[in-house]
């Protein structure tokens, strides 16, 4: 994968055209160049990330803007100190304004071109005026500080590309595959799932792959977004980018490449980056038209003026809608920045803005709300069966199920010890239970409702035991009695609800397949508003349909058994989707690790986002918008005109960087569900 990407940078990085057009009938992009930004960063004119240039660019405009600079400087230098060099400060003064100016009206005949009229197009007309008009000087500073602008912009607004960047770092070049009973050194690319890779303290891990040999500390900030590290043994999952802390480990390849978690993350990175707030679809949409109106407002200034070409440029240099079109991308990317560094990922930061409207959440109860580590507390065998045989054949049949149930059962028949018999004709119905053919019989062991549909009887004292999630057991066509099983509620869930409302969050609901005693007490201990249980996926699905008609609805569940509620509500948010393939799939957004204090943290960023965007616009159409009026009032020169631009795009920028630390305490601090 790492090579993959740095060759895909490095093509990247040699000056080809990529474009995009902007139909404003169907809403797609033609015409528009990109040349001009970092690769990743997004397009000062219409928001979008380019697949462009990079850095190599980004530091060749900077080459101009100094070596320009400099002509500049001299050119005030030789009329201050030496007045009689006129001409000398006048070729110093021009030289230095053509070199400023080079990269901006390239950029604006490329746009042309292309058949198109931007915002290029007035910054590069108004340097060509006052060319025209022999004032060098004053080309030369508004080229300048144009110039510096847009180096600025690019920088960043490259929030994509800075992300693949260090994630490449994370994933070391080469790998010690051990064969043979020899280790060798190999490229990290070349490893196959099955190699069997030593990794030692102090080692980023290569690949995705579980411990068959040794026990480590790993710090997994990279996937997960907690700085606390976390203790790996054999059997455990280990994924590519976290750090090998403590002691030397042997893992067995599980995923490589763009399949391995991080790789994953990169995509979700740059989904997040190429998708547009609904804001920027709209400044898309009439960008186009910006352009001709500022230019008739420039004629018309001319002609009432009686042709002051110093008060039409003064026009159509603070004309130049950066700051306005900076305002929704610089802070996108640094919320998806602090989102990653969360272990929140976001599919489209259109999903991101919806977080701020969300007024129901609905929440799923097995490993959302509990840890989801069930444990098999009670043994109930009917007449004529022993618990110990009651286990037996319930674990048999469950033992090559990946539910929590069928865990929980094996991890206590492995304790008591009790040998299994092999299970065929396996199969698993989900949300009911599983039907295999045991020692020639066969076996069912699910839910009562499943069981009742079948034509089985459930025996009175079936229904006694509360709190405890129940599962039936039926062999040789007849019911031997039934397993009691309770999870544990996570430490912060219950402050979780607590933030929420206090948020503004005004319903909190909880659906299950489990049994309505369960559930009732689990809504009791949290203050859930409304809770169903005993709901199979279909039943969940109409749950959040029918709340969606009151509000907008955000479902939160484990993205394994809950992908048809994930998506059918507004917005869907998978918990604990480390190494999921499926959560990260099923829903809008992904939470790497299982702490549900990310959720109102989500909530907060979300609305701290658009509140930056409503300032930045603020900020932006009070630059632009006033210092047109300035302009036309000619209550402003070109010059001051320059710098009141990149005034306005910095205070946008370092508005918008606010961002950047939200949520921080949230990394210093972690829930332990095993207290």
């Known amino acids: 994968m790492k090579k993959e990407v740095q060759k895909e940078m490095q093509e990247n990085s040699h000056g080809q055209l990529h474009e995009h057009k902007h139909d404003h009938n169907r809403g797609e992009h033609k015409g528009h160049n990109h040349d001009d930004l970092a690769k990743g960063s997004s397009c000062p004119t219409c928001g979008n990330i380019s697949d462009g240039t990079g850095h190599d660019r980004s530091m060749g405009r900077l080459s101009f803007a100094l070596l320009g600079g400099c002509f500049t400087l001299n050119s005030y230098l030789l009329q201050w100190f030496l007045p009689n060099y006129k001409m000398a400060a006048e070729f110093s003064a021009l030289t230095g304004a053509l070199i400023l100016a080079m990269p901006i009206i390239m950029t604006a005949i490329k746009d042309l071109w292309n058949g198109k009229v931007y915002m290029n197009e007035l910054v590069a007309l108004a340097i060509l005026a006052t060319i025209a008009g022999g004032d060098f000087q004053t080309a030369g500073l508004i080229a300048f500080f144009l110039l510096l602008t847009i180096i600025i912009e690019s920088r960043t607004a490259s929030g994509a590309q800075r992300s693949i960047e260090e994630l490449i770092k994370l994933t070391p070049n080469t790998a010690h595959l051990f064969r043979d009973g020899a280790e060798i050194d190999i490229e990290a690319s070349e490893l196959k799932v099955g190699d069997i890779v030593r990794v030692r303290a102090g080692e980023n891990f290569p690949v995705d792959g579980r411990i068959t040999s040794g026990e480590s500390i790993v710090n997994q900030a990279s996937i997960t977004g907690e700085s606390l590290p976390v203790d790996k043994a054999v059997n455990d999952d280990v994924y590519a980018g976290t750090q090998n802390l403590t002691g030397g480990v042997e893992i067995k390849v599980t995923k490589v490449g763009e399949d391995t978690t991080l790789g994953k993350v990169k995509e979700m990175i740059m989904a997040a980056e190429h998708s547009k707030t609904p804001i920027v679809r709209i400044i898309d949409n009439y960008a186009g038209y910006y352009t001709p109106t500022v230019l008739m407002l420039a004629g018309v200034t001319w002609w009432f003026s009686d042709g002051n070409m110093r008060q039409v440029i003064t026009l159509m240099v603070i004309a130049c809608p950066c700051a306005i079109v900076l305002a929704t991308p610089t802070a996108v990317v640094a919320t998806v920045a602090a989102a990653a560094r969360l272990g929140i990922l976001i599919k489209n930061v259109g999903h991101l803005e919806l977080a701020a409207k969300i007024r129901t959440f609905v929440f799923d109860k097995t490993g959302t709300l509990t840890n989801g580590l069930l444990s098999v507390v009670r043994l109930n065998p009917f007449e004529g069966t022993e618990p110990a045989e009651l286990l037996r054949i319930a674990t048999s049949a469950e033992q090559y199920s990946n539910h929590p149930t069928a865990k929980a059962m094996l991890k206590l028949a492995q304790e008591a010890e009790i040998t299994l018999s092999e299970a065929?004709?396996?199969?698993?119905?989900?949300?009911?239970?599983?039907?295999?053919?045991?020692?020639?019989?066969?076996?069912?062991?699910?839910?009562?409702?499943?069981?009742?549909?079948?034509?089985?009887?459930?025996?009175?004292?079936?229904?006694?035991?509360?709190?405890?999630?129940?599962?039936?057991?039926?062999?040789?066509?007849?019911?031997?009695?039934?397993?009691?099983?309770?999870?544990?509620?996570?430490?912060?869930?219950?402050?979780?609800?607590?933030?929420?409302?206090?948020?503004?969050?005004?319903?909190?609901?909880?659906?299950?397949?489990?049994?309505?005693?369960?559930?009732?007490?689990?809504?009791?201990?949290?203050?859930?508003?409304?809770?169903?249980?005993?709901?199979?996926?279909?039943?969940?699905v109409e749950y959040v349909n029918e709340a969606s008609k009151n509000s907008m609805v955000a479902v939160v569940g484990d993205g394994v058994n809950d992908a048809p509620a994930l998506a059918a509500g507004d917005l869907g948010i998978a918990?604990?989707?480390?190494?999921?393939?499926?959560?990260?799939?099923?829903?809008?957004?992904?939470?790497?690790?299982?702490?549900?204090?990310?959720?109102?943290?989500?909530?907060?960023?979300?609305?701290?986002?658009?509140?930056?965007?409503?300032?930045?616009?603020?900020?932006?159409?009070?630059?632009?918008?006033?210092?047109?009026?300035?302009?036309?009032?000619?209550?402003?020169?070109?010059?001051?005109?320059?710098?009141?631009?990149?005034?306005?795009?910095?205070?946008?920028?370092?508005?918008?960087?606010?961002?950047?630390?939200?949520?921080?305490?949230?990394?210093?601090?972690?829930?332990?569900?095993?207290?």
């Open 424 to 540: 065929v004709t396996f199969s698993e119905i989900h949300g009911k239970g599983v039907s295999v053919t045991l020692e020639g019989k066969k076996c069912l062991v699910g839910r009562a409702a499943w069981l009742t549909e079948l034509g089985y009887i459930i025996p009175p004292e079936g229904e006694e035991a509360d709190n405890l999630s129940i599962v039936y057991v039926a062999w040789d066509e007849k019911i031997i009695g039934w397993l009691g099983l309770r999870d544990k509620l996570r430490n912060e869930s219950a402050q979780m609800i607590t933030d929420l409302r206090e948020l503004g969050i005004r319903h909190c609901a909880m659906v299950t397949g489990d049994r309505h005693s369960v559930a009732q007490a689990v809504a009791a201990q949290l203050n859930i508003d409304e809770f169903r249980s005993e709901c199979l996926p279909e039943g969940k």
């Open 575 to 675: 918990m604990g989707a480390i190494g999921s393939d499926i959560a990260i799939s099923s829903a809008s957004i992904a939470l790497m690790n299982n702490d549900l204090r990310r959720i109102p943290a989500l909530v907060v960023l979300s609305r701290q986002m658009r509140m930056i965007i409503n300032q930045n616009l603020f900020i932006g159409m009070v630059f632009v918008f006033g210092g047109m009026l300035l302009a036309v009032l000619d209550l402003m020169t070109p010059i001051a005109a320059a710098v009141f631009h990149t005034l306005s795009t910095l205070l946008i920028i370092f508005n918008s960087a606010r961002l950047m630390r939200s949520g921080e305490e949230l990394t210093l601090t972690k829930y332990d569900d095993k207290l």
